[in-house]
């Protein structure tokens, strides 16, 4: 039986090692193809092997004599699953609460030997809310202009949009160690009630498509159920510590 072939045109210099050559080689490995690897070792033999096969990048892989194109072009011929630029995910999501819940699982489990306890939901919420912080402190500039989208209060007082990620990391810093819960609530309950309104009104009731500002400015989730659970969870929060 004969093997599949292909031929893979990658950059491989010394201070430039094409990361996407490398998945495109890893790709038709594990996809079972024969692959001639041609290095592009200089400059200029790539501009040269760019301008003859009329391309702007590389890497380029070749299957029986025809041009398949990139690392994403092989992954798309191949039918393997492609991301378009801006399509919406809730991969982000998924990450964060699963890391939250297993840090709340560990922290629990190394304090109280067991994960039936009170301990655990109050520490996956005060986790999650710090780590959700952290993705809109990494820029806070783009998470201000996203949340000026939607926000009832940024919408009508704009410095709101750069003190809620602040916020958010206070309240759940402080309800992770037990202390000025008197501050720590009334923020949070604060601060989740009036998303949790201004959430539902753009989804819910005037049915506005847009970007979730919870998992930072650059996020690629859509604003909806999970920006609405991030907010009631914090509600939910509050109203237990402050009840309990």
Not at 42 to 47: D, K, N
Not at 67 to 85: F, M, N, Q, S, T
Request: aromatic share 12%; glycine share 8%.
């Amino acid at each position: 039986m004969t093997r599949k072939t292909a031929q893979l045109y990658r950059m491989v210099m010394p201070d430039h090692l094409c990361p996407y050559g490398l998945k495109s080689r890893h790709l038709l490995d594990s996809q079972g193809f024969e692959v001639e690897d041609h290095l592009l070792t200089t400059r200029a033999e790539t501009e040269a092997f760019m301008e003859r096969n009329g391309v702007k990048t590389t890497p380029q892989t070749f299957i029986d004599g025809d041009r398949i194109g990139g690392y994403e072009a092989l992954r798309d011929h191949l039918g393997k699953p492609v991301r378009g630029e801006g399509e919406t995910t809730y991969t982000p999501v998924f990450a964060l609460f699963g890391m939250a819940a297993l840090m709340a699982a560990a922290g629990v489990w190394a304090g109280f030997g067991t994960l039936v306890t009170r301990h655990f939901p109050e520490w996956f919420i005060a986790i999650s809310m710090c780590l959700l912080a952290l993705q809109k402190l990494r820029d806070v500039e783009s998470f201000s202009t996203m949340f000026l989208n939607y926000d009832l209060l940024a919408r009508r007082w704009v410095p709101y949009s750069y003190v809620y990620p602040f916020a958010e990391a206070l309240a759940g810093v402080l309800m992770l160690s037990g202390v000025l819960i008197w501050l720590a609530a009334p923020v949070a309950l604060i601060i989740g009630t009036i998303g949790a309104v201004s959430v539902f009104k753009a989804v819910y009731i005037e049915r506005r498509e847009l970007k979730c500002a919870c998992m930072g400015g650059a996020s690629d989730v859509p604003l909806g159920f999970v920006s609405l659970t991030e907010n009631l969870m914090m509600v939910a929060m509050a109203l237990w510590m402050l009840l309990g």
